[in-house]
């Protein structure tokens, strides 16, 4: 299922100050940070996706004049989002729900609007946020063709009536986190026993899918832009009373560096950046016969006009 972002959400990126603020030790060893807001480093998580966006953004910036370093790969949250604060890199891909959980842990908005309010008011004076894409990463639901062919399965309420015979593959976190089982027990009535629950610890990775597809599970959390998804023919189940956190892909940046022309640029590129974009961005750089994630993201760029400057 994918969402839409509401025109609320423009209106409601008024709402964030840009300040200025001291930064904070980090494992990168931080950085000074430049007067000059033309010359930015972004940098990506460690994962495939991320850095895809980060060149789609490096690339788009350095059409529009901007010098830009890379620094991509840099890991978990826990090291990135310190190094931003710290100049130790000035931009990062992130997602609005993941990054409000990170600041707000006790959390429990889910919907596009409601998420991005509540970010608003979790970030700290020296990072901001530009305008969420439409474009969204989350957790969802999913079973094999099969099992929502033989049970009949359009929403996440619908195994609700076979929660006895569901055993859920999942990170081990996903057992007691308010989104997981607790969440679709408590929202939709899919009562999985802890004996049920099987810990896969790949992040919805190859490891969860040939779980689901071989049966060992009966449904699974794999994120949203999976290409197992299509390619294993995987049916992901509807979240009507939105139990996992909207995630819209939104690009973090140091609210030192955050300028005009670079909110210019970046909206412009998050108001084309799609779901399924991300889904065959994802796909053409998976397995042995796939792409590099910098040609992806060149490909992706020069398709949508963004290796030129873009008209005032």
């Not at 895809?52 to 010098?67: D, K, P, R, S, W």
């Not at 670079?262 to 991300?278: C, G």
């Amino acid at each position: 299922m994918r969402y839409r972002m509401l025109a609320a959400s423009v209106g409601l990126m008024a709402l964030l100050t840009a300040l200025t603020a001291c930064g904070s030790s980090n494992p990168l060893g931080g950085g000074e940070v430049s007067g000059d807001l033309k010359s930015i480093v972004v940098g990506s998580a460690d994962f495939p996706e991320s850095k895809i966006i980060g060149e789609i953004y490096a690339q788009a910036l350095e059409a529009n004049g901007f010098t830009v370093g890379r620094q991509f790969g840099i890991g978990s949250r826990e090291t990135y989002i310190p190094a931003v604060q710290d100049n130790s890199i000035d931009l990062i891909p992130e997602y609005t729900g993941n990054l409000l959980q990170y600041f707000d842990p006790e959390t429990t908005v889910t919907t596009p609007d409601d998420v991005l309010l509540a970010l608003f008011r979790a970030l700290p004076g020296d990072l901001s946020i530009l305008n969420p894409s439409p474009a969204e990463d989350k957790d969802t639901v999913a079973v094999s063709e099969e099992t929502a062919q033989r049970w009949n399965l359009t929403t996440i309420g619908d195994l609700a009536a076979h929660s006895a015979e569901v055993k859920f593959g999942g990170p081990s976190e996903f057992l007691n986190r308010a989104e997981g089982i607790p969440g679709l027990r408590e929202k939709y009535g899919l009562d999985v026993a802890p004996s049920n629950f099987i810990a896969i610890s790949d992040g919805g990775g190859p490891a969860t899918v040939r779980a689901l597809t071989d049966g060992t599970v009966t449904a699974a959390n794999i994120f949203s832009t999976s290409p197992a998804i299509q390619e294993n023919n995987l049916v992901v189940l509807e979240d009507p009373e939105n139990n996992f956190l909207a995630a819209n892909v939104v690009p973090l940046v140091s609210s030192q560096k955050k300028s005009d022309e670079l909110k210019t640029v970046l909206d412009a590129v998050s108001a084309e950046l799609t779901t399924e974009d991300l889904i065959a961005l994802n796909t053409q750089t998976s397995g042995n016969a796939g792409i590099n994630p910098d040609e992806a993201a060149e490909n992706w760029v020069r398709d949508k006009g963004f290796d030129k400057p873009l008209q005032p």
